[in-house]
Nanobody, 114 residues
C-alpha cells in the first residue's frame, strides 16, 4: 500500500512562491504517472499538473507558466514549484497517481492572501 505525504504549504502574499513536496512510500512510485491536485472550498478537486514516469509534464491552463512539476524517482518524491501565486490558487493541494489509483493523503493547505 503506497502512502502519500504532502508538505510545503503555507500562507503567502500574492505574487509569492511556494514549493510543495510529495513523498511516496513503496517501490512503485517510479513507474507511476503522478499529478498534483487541488481542492478549494466549495469546489471539486481538480488536476493542476501531471508528470509521467519519464518526466513529461502537462499543466492546467490556470497555472501554465507559473507552476512547475518535477520528480526525483530515487527519492520517491514529487515537487510543485509555484510562482506568481494568486488568491485563486488558495486550496488544499494533494498528490496522487494519474489516473487516481492511491489513497489520498492529508494534503497541504496553500493560502494566498495579503
Amino acid at each position: 500500500q503506497v502512502q502519500l505525504v504532502e508538505s510545503g504549504g503555507g500562507l503567502v502574499q500574492p505574487g509569492g512562491s511556494l514549493r510543495l513536496s510529495c513523498v511516496a512510500s513503496g517501490s512503485i512510485f517510479s513507474i507511476l504517472a503522478m499529478g498534483w491536485y487541488r481542492q478549494a472550498p466549495g469546489s471539486q478537486r481538480e488536476l493542476v499538473a501531471g508528470i509521467t514516469s519519464g518526466g513529461s509534464t502537462n499543466y492546467a491552463d490556470a497555472v501554465k507558466g507559473r507552476f512547475t512539476i518535477s520528480r526525483d524517482n530515487a527519492k520517491n518524491t514529487m515537487y510543485l514549484q509555484m510562482n506568481r501565486l494568486k488568491p485563486e490558487d488558495t486550496a488544499v493541494y494533494y498528490c496522487n497517481g494519474r489516473p487516481v489509483l492511491l489513497s489520498w493523503g492529508q494534503g497541504t493547505q496553500v493560502t494566498v492572501s495579503s
